[in-house]
């Protein structure tokens, strides 16, 4: 029996023994495991995983396009606590630089600045890349390096360990088969400082039928403009593969614009054959405007005299790129002793280059003086839209010279005997530039001369014709022997049939004595005398 109870005990303490051999492997092991743990807390490794996405990467050729690169991080993260992902994740200074060497792009951006990329934040940036206009529909591989900066290992004891790196990546642009377009004409009939119409040509140089297309054209000058706007809008149904249609848009030219060559940025909307809306930002063009509307006056003559009608005599020419309708010369100058008669005068219609005659009728008045004047003058016409307009920079200089009498008077015989009366004979002579009609003379005498037949008259005189007219002209017998004034006017019709009265012409008159000695009346008294003296002696004898 003792025998069974000291194996029984021996077993129990075996038992025992291999109990607590086991609780102490348990709690060595929990102890490493805490401190296992406690070190994969306190140490975190882990790295970025960049990729990079194109939102859109379809490109318009014949342009430079901004295509936007999205860079983004899925992050590797091997160790530590969920705190501690993103310092070990985050890709920081994330630069892009894009190369496409074996395309036909160009890339024109160089190095891209993207800045901190983390797996929740992805970041991007522009490329610009240039696309030709020629280049053919595909896909188009484009080289891009990535270069960042991250932790790859970071522990609480603050021990942190950085690498850079440059990821080689691509991306892939899209040419498609879509319609494109070109402008490829623009003309204008729109003179400087004028409106007018502006036609543009525009062809479809892609694969596809556009439908619903917006041609809108933007000038990128204050010297060109849509109306009252940068820009306009024009409509054309549809347009297939090498189609062209034209658009017309109404446009105004600034006055004082230099005739030079402006820019017209472009843009056309459209639908695709599926339906989806495209633009195209590419097509762009240059017009030039035709030259502002000119005119010149040249040969200028007049016969101005103060106190006088007369003429202003030159030769207008339209010296703008367009034929100018109704041209009517105008004086706008505003003077109190130059006046016109005729303000205006038409010309007619005048192609570019041409060039008509002109007289412009003025009137003088007696106070102003015998001097060069500048006299403005400006050109009324009609453009190509039958739209008048006036043309101002011109100046004319005429001389005005001095008062003149408008008829000559020549007496032939200026003596005349005191108590006698001739018939005098008047050569007057017409002292204007234009033919006059009607002329009627008046003579006019004071005392001790008196006229029994005053008038004459005279159908019509020529410049510089003369005629001559008879009166009749007495002198008292008391008369003076001395010098004596006798005075003519003329009343006539100029060419324009308005009546005139010309300035009054003096001219003196000699009267002398008798021939014989007595005056007549002297020598009938002594003959009555004489008379009456023999009839009383006869008497007195009988």
Same mark, same amino acid.
């Given at each position: 029996?003792?025998?069974?109870?000291?194996?029984?005990?021996?077993?129990?303490?075996?038992?025992?023994?291999?109990?607590?051999?086991?609780?102490?492997?348990?709690?060595?092991?929990?102890?490493?495991?805490?401190?296992?743990?406690?070190?994969?807390?306190?140490?975190?490794?882990?790295?970025?995983?960049?990729?990079?996405?194109?939102?859109?990467?379809?490109?318009?050729?014949?342009?430079?396009?901004?295509?936007?690169?999205?860079?983004?991080?899925?992050?590797?993260?091997?160790?530590?606590?969920?705190?501690?992902?993103?310092?070990?994740?985050?890709?920081?200074?994330?630069?892009?630089?894009?190369?496409?060497?074996?395309?036909?792009?160009?890339?024109?951006?160089?190095?891209?600045?993207?800045?901190?990329?983390?797996?929740?934040?992805?970041?991007?940036?522009?490329?610009?890349?240039?696309?030709?206009?020629?280049?053919?529909?595909?896909?188009?591989?484009?080289?891009?390096?990535?270069?960042?900066?991250?932790?790859?290992?970071?522990?609480?004891?603050?021990?942190?360990?950085?690498?850079?790196?440059?990821?080689?990546?691509?991306?892939?642009?899209?040419?498609?088969?879509?319609?494109?377009?070109?402008?490829?004409?623009?003309?204008?009939?729109?003179? *400087?400082?004028?409106?007018?119409?502006?036609?543009?040509?525009?062809?479809?140089?892609?694969?596809?039928?556009?439908?619903?297309?917006?041609?809108?054209?933007?000038?990128?000058?204050?010297?060109?403009?849509?109306?009252?706007?940068?820009?306009?809008?024009?409509?054309?149904?549809?347009?297939?593969?090498?189609?062209?249609?034209?658009?017309?848009?109404?446009?105004?030219?600034?006055?004082?614009?230099?005739?030079?060559?402006?820019?017209?940025?472009?843009?056309?909307?459209?639908?695709?054959?599926?339906?989806?809306?495209?633009?195209?930002?590419?097509?762009?063009?240059?017009?030039?405007?035709?030259?502002?509307?000119?005119?010149?006056?040249?040969?200028?003559?007049?016969?101005?005299?103060?106190?006088?009608?007369?003429?202003?005599?030159?030769?207008?020419?339209?010296?703008?790129?367009?034929?100018?309708?109704?041209?009517?010369?105008?004086?706008?100058?505003?003077?109190?002793?130059?006046?016109? *008669?005729?303000?205006?005068?038409?010309?007619?219609?005048?192609?570019?280059?041409?060039?008509?005659?002109?007289?412009?009728?003025?009137?003088?008045?007696?106070?102003?003086?015998?001097?060069?004047?500048?006299?403005?003058?400006?050109?009324?016409?009609?453009?190509?839209?039958?739209?008048?307009?006036?043309?101002?920079?011109?100046?004319?200089?005429?001389?005005?010279?001095?008062?003149?009498?408008?008829?000559?008077?020549?007496?032939?015989?200026?003596?005349?005997?005191?108590?006698?009366?001739?018939?005098?004979?008047?050569?007057?002579?017409?002292?204007?530039?234009?033919?006059?009609?009607?002329?009627?003379?008046?003579?006019?005498?004071?005392?001790?001369?008196?006229?029994?037949?005053?008038?004459?008259?005279?159908?019509?005189?020529?410049?510089?014709?003369?005629?001559?007219?008879?009166?009749?002209?007495?002198?008292?017998?008391?008369?003076?022997?001395?010098?004596?004034?006798?005075?003519?006017?003329?009343?006539?019709?100029?060419?324009?049939?308005?009546?005139?009265?010309?300035?009054?012409?003096?001219?003196?008159?000699?009267?002398?004595?008798?021939?014989?000695?007595?005056?007549?009346?002297? *020598?009938?008294?002594?003959?009555?005398?004489?008379?009456?003296?023999?009839?009383?002696?006869?008497?007195?004898?009988?």
């Amino acid at each position: 029996m003792r025998s069974r109870s000291v194996l029984a005990a021996a077993i129990g303490l075996l038992v025992l023994s291999s109990s607590v051999g086991l609780a102490g492997v348990g709690l060595v092991q929990t102890v490493a495991g805490q401190q296992q743990g406690t070190a994969t807390t306190t140490v975190a490794h882990g790295e970025p995983d960049l990729n990079l996405r194109v939102p859109n990467p379809i490109v318009q050729p014949g342009q430079t396009n901004e295509v936007t690169v999205q860079v983004t991080n899925r992050g590797e993260f091997e160790r530590g606590t969920s705190d501690m992902r993103d310092a070990v994740t985050t890709a920081r200074n994330v630069e892009i630089e894009a190369e496409a060497d074996d395309t036909p792009f160009t890339v024109r951006s160089g190095t891209l600045s993207v800045g901190p990329v983390t797996a929740m934040k992805p970041g991007e940036a522009p490329l610009a890349i240039d696309v030709p206009a020629d280049v053919d529909a595909g896909t188009y591989t484009i080289d891009v390096d990535v270069t960042y900066s991250y932790t790859y290992r970071e522990s609480l004891t603050s021990n942190v360990y950085e690498r850079t790196e440059t990821d080689s990546m691509s991306i892939d642009l899209v040419v498609d088969d879509d319609a494109r377009f070109e402008i490829v004409d623009v003309s204008t009939d729109a003179q *400087i400082g004028d409106t007018g119409t502006l036609a543009a040509t525009v062809k479809n140089i892609g694969d596809e039928t556009a439908t619903d297309i917006g041609v809108t054209l933007e000038s990128l000058s204050s010297g060109v403009v849509f109306g009252e706007t940068t820009q306009d809008t024009a409509h054309i149904t549809e347009l297939q593969a090498n189609e062209t249609a034209t658009v017309v848009y109404d446009v105004s030219i600034q006055p004082d614009t230099s005739k030079r060559q402006y820019m017209l940025d472009g843009t056309v909307s459209f639908k695709t054959a599926d339906g989806l809306q495209r633009v195209d930002k590419s097509p762009a063009a240059g017009v030039i405007p035709l030259a502002e509307q000119q005119f010149s006056v040249s040969d200028v003559e007049s016969d101005l005299h103060v106190g006088e009608e007369g003429d202003i005599r030159g030769v207008v020419t339209n010296d703008g790129p367009t034929a100018a309708a109704n041209v009517v010369v105008t004086v706008t100058d505003e003077s109190r002793t130059v006046v016109p *008669i005729e303000r205006s005068v038409a010309v007619g219609t005048l192609e570019s280059g041409e060039s008509a005659p002109f007289r412009l009728p003025v009137d003088v008045s007696g106070e102003a003086e015998p001097i060069n004047r500048t006299i403005d003058l400006g050109v009324q016409y009609r453009n190509t839209d039958f739209e008048q307009r006036l043309y101002e920079d011109l100046e004319i200089v005429t001389e005005v010279d001095e008062q003149r009498d408008q008829f000559l008077v020549n007496v032939t015989d200026r003596e005349i005997a005191a108590g006698g009366e001739e018939t005098i004979d008047v050569e007057v002579t017409n002292n204007l530039d234009q033919s006059v009609t009607d002329i009627e003379a008046s003579l006019f005498a004071d005392e001790p001369l008196d006229s029994s037949d005053d008038e004459a008259f005279v159908k019509e005189l020529e410049p510089g014709e003369t005629a001559t007219m008879t009166f009749a002209l007495s002198a008292d017998e008391g008369a003076t022997a001395k010098t004596h004034p006798i005075s003519f006017d003329f009343r006539y019709d100029d060419e324009s049939g308005t009546s005139k009265l010309s300035d009054t012409t003096r001219v003196a008159i000699d009267v002398v004595e008798s021939e014989g000695g007595l005056p007549v009346s002297t *020598i009938v008294i002594v003959g009555l005398t004489i008379v009456g003296s023999g009839a009383f002696i006869y008497q007195q004898r009988r």
